[in-house]
């Protein structure tokens, strides 16, 4: 009698919670996991990456297409591994529905091939940008809002060559994924403008000691391209100070960016004067950028934020928009294996902070481009950057064809690309 | 010496040129040839210094940790939360007084403090349980390690040295001949060279504490039979409190000096734990010379390793620890038993 008394309980119970999970279904909150770095190099770089997405969250008041969005937190230090770990924590715990992030390059790469396995979810790139993550096998579900770092680094070359006349360059540049793509935006310019690069030096990513390779930095050149950043960068110059720094900096996407700049110590005297390309210029004229900053200002105090928002804060803004943007276009529906949602993010064109946005057709942004150079901020007590020229709708393959850029240029690595054979092609 | 040349005299005379070789590299200026296969010397240079600076922090660290085995049997797996901790304590100190050197002293010491408690809490209660003491001591670290994360976050710290310590200066060392044939010699950052002679003076501090005072006396006659020793009525129990809280504060120094030409940031306990281990193993467990030998051999192979054959300078340290075991278990200058 109890026994069945009991079966008929929980068969109650099961048809009401599945009546209840139907009639809600359109109420129930949307989830978003965020992976973003919060430790190692990019510790910094990615507590300010959380802030621009929870600014976005909060202009839209925690909402999106009519349904509230619930989100959690995916901690990564900036390996793949650890951003492959946290993902599927997101996914299969923390029964996410989108994924915003990750930061780090050979994040982006993990990611991109998870997004294989998990046709359901519909990730978001956060800040990651090695080429490859959308270039070479890209996946249906992963989208990239940000412009990539070969993109991010394009036109520094010819700017350096032409506007200040540094053709002999030795490089510094972190051993990885972004490292290579990064270098790769800088070094087909730059050769391509005329300029040799005299010897390429590769640090792992969480290098702390840099004595060597500051040893073995030529003398005869006009410039060292620093292709490092977050905390590696602020080490390799306090070492570099120490080791009484001589030669003109050029700088990576990520060396002139609040992340460093803030940086306490002698580190920051080496920059002064570093010219470098990237997603953003802290003193940009766009009025979407103007009204970012005080909104980033205003939202948290003086002593929790930077002075003005770092890339990874502006990246992480951006992709968080875009898919609120795109939750809001199709009234927050997500049935359908997201079918219509990724119609709707595929589609989208944003006037950002940072420019205008639009995707190609590997979901990765077509954008503009910043030359910033370093400069004392107004009241002598840090460094910001100081705008040279923006750029406008810089694709990944900048503007050539995809085969002539294989042939001419080729995918990220150590070697490529080839300077020689770009400089004499070039003439 | 004597005994191992008249043994071996061909190995001894190989030995021999390699030193008067390396000792010619260092001082000569290179012929253009050699250069053109090893690089230029001001590199070489630079490296070697560089590995010796290392070397001297690895020392710092292993030293404390042989020098606690030695005499306790006690793997203290902790050991490199100790150093994290003495980081960030250094650092907070620097910043607040101002004072880098007085840092120093303040981390000593409260490092040494939690050493002691360390002894007193975890290891007098396992006394004998070797394999207690080292699981325990795993998970100390691994409790440490996220109450420091909790405490300073995941971000890199460095500790600014003072400005009498900034910039390069001349070492009277020829690095090559400058564009115009004069000789150019290195130069090399101040703070680096002030570590290199601090860890030498405490090196040799410790060597003449151990063998000339009565206290190092106790110690090493502790590190052969502390039974022995304590039924004589020396009080072992302080002995031990004592050179615990010296090793702790050590690997706490070591942390400041990590954290003033490196960073301090998560994870580096376990790299410098492993350091030391490495560093042990290869000198010798519970040898103070095994420490400064393995120290400076690690050091150098990292550093020259990161020059000459960067892809594989990780490997190079392990070769090392390999070969050693392979064909001396006991460690360079261990004893066996």
């Known amino acids: ?427 | 010496m004597r005994e191992f040349a008249r043994q071996h005299p061909v190995w001894s005379g190989i030995a021999i040129v390699v030193a008067l070789f390396v000792i010619w590299a260092i001082f000569a200026p290179w012929p253009e040839g050699f250069e053109a296969i090893f690089g230029r010397k001001r590199v070489f240079l630079n490296a070697v210094f560089s590995g010796i600076t290392l070397g001297a922090l690895y020392f710092l660290v292993a030293s404390g940790f042989t020098l606690i085995f030695g005499l306790m049997h006690n793997v203290n797996l902790a050991h490199g939360s100790l150093y994290l901790l003495g980081g960030y304590l250094g650092y907070e100190f620097a910043e607040w007084t101002g004072y880098w050197l007085l840092s120093f002293v303040l981390v000593f010491v409260v490092v040494g403090c939690v050493g002691m408690a360390m002894q007193v809490l975890v290891f007098r209660r396992l006394e004998g349980q070797e394999l207690r003491q080292t699981l325990v001591t795993i998970g100390i670290s691994v409790v440490a390690a996220d109450l420091m994360l909790w405490a300073w976050g995941g971000s890199s710290y460095q500790v600014m040295s003072p400005d009498w310590l900034r910039g390069p200066m001349e070492l009277p060392l020829i690095a090559g001949y400058g564009r115009d044939g004069e000789l150019v010699y290195l130069r090399y950052p101040k703070v680096r060279i002030a570590i290199l002679f601090a860890a030498i003076v405490i090196g040799i501090g410790i060597w003449m504490a151990l063998n000339r005072t009565r206290i190092g006396m106790i110690i090493r006659a502790g590190v052969d039979d502390r039974d022995i020793l304590g039924a004589m009525g020396i009080p072992i129990s302080r002995v031990f409190l004592g050179v615990f809280a010296f090793g702790a504060g050590l690997a706490g120094i070591a942390g400041v000096v990590g954290g003033t030409f490196q960073s301090i940031a998560p994870g580096e306990d376990t790299r410098f734990l492993m350091a030391s281990l490495v560093v042990v193993i290869v000198g010798g467990m519970g040898s103070l010379q095994g420490a400064a030998i393995g120290a400076v051999l690690i050091g150098l192979a990292e550093q020259l390793g990161s020059v000459y054959m960067p892809t594989y300078a990780v490997v190079l340290t392990f070769l090392i620890m390999a070969a050693v075991l392979a064909f001396r278990p006991q460690g360079l200058m261990g004893r066996r038993g």
């Open chain 1, 1 to 427: 009698m109890t026994l069945k008394k009991a079966l008929v309980a929980t068969a109650i119970l099961a048809v009401g919670g599945l009546v209840g999970q139907v009639a809600a279904a359109d109420e129930d909150p949307i989830r978003i996991g965020v992976l973003v770095t919060q430790e190692g190099t990019f510790a910094n770089a990615g507590s300010d990456g959380l802030r621009g997405f929870e600014l976005a969250l909060r202009e839209a008041g925690m909402e999106a297409g009519g349904r509230s969005i619930e989100w959690v937190l995916g901690p990564t230090n900036g390996t793949p591994d650890s951003a492959l770990r946290a993902a599927r924590q997101l996914v299969d715990s923390d029964d996410v529905d989108l994924i915003i992030g990750p930061l780090s390059g050979s994040e982006g790469i993990a990611m991109r091939d998870y997004a294989h396995t998990v046709p359901e979810i519909t990730i978001i790139n956060g800040v990651s940008s090695a080429m490859e993550t959308t270039f070479v096998d890209p996946a249906e579900n992963f989208f990239r809002f940000n412009i990539q770092g070969a993109q991010a680094g394009y036109g520094l070359g010819s700017y350096v060559v032409n506007e200040r006349g540094w053709t002999r360059v030795a490089t510094v540049a972190a051993d990885y994924s972004f490292g290579y793509t990064n270098f790769l935006g800088f070094a087909a310019d730059f050769c391509a403008a005329g300029g040799e690069i005299v010897e390429r030096f590769w640090v792992p990513l969480g290098s702390s000691d840099f004595g060597a390779v500051i040893a073995a930095l030529p003398y005869d050149v006009d410039a060292i391209y620093l292709g490092i950043g977050g905390t590696d960068a602020i080490n390799f110059l306090n070492q570099y100070e120490q080791a009484g720094a001589e030669t003109n900096l050029i700088g990576s996407s990520i060396i002139a960016d609040q992340s460093v700049l803030t940086a306490r110590g002698t580190a920051r005297d080496a920059l002064i004067g570093t010219p470098a390309a990237g997603w953003q210029a802290a003193d940009s004229d766009l009025p979407e950028w103007q009204a970012f900053v005080a909104a980033y200002q205003a939202g948290w105090p003086e002593d929790e934020r930077f002075p003005s928002p770092s890339l990874y804060a502006t990246l992480y803004y951006n992709a968080t928009v875009a898919a609120l943007t795109a939750l809001d276009e199709v009234g927050g529906d997500l049935s359908d294996g997201h079918t219509e949602f990724r119609a709707a993010l595929s589609a989208l064109e944003m006037d950002s902070p940072i420019g205008h946005i639009s995707l190609d057709e590997n979901r990765q942004a077509v954008g503009s481009v910043f030359i910033s150079e370093v400069v004392e901020n107004a009241d002598g007590t840090g460094l910001t950057t100081q705008l040279v020229s923006r750029t406008d709708g810089v694709n990944a393959t900048f503007g050539l064809p995809t085969d002539q850029f294989m042939s001419m240029v080729g995918l990220p690595s150590r070697d490529t690309p080839d300077c020689d054979a770009l400089r004499d092609a070039a003439n």
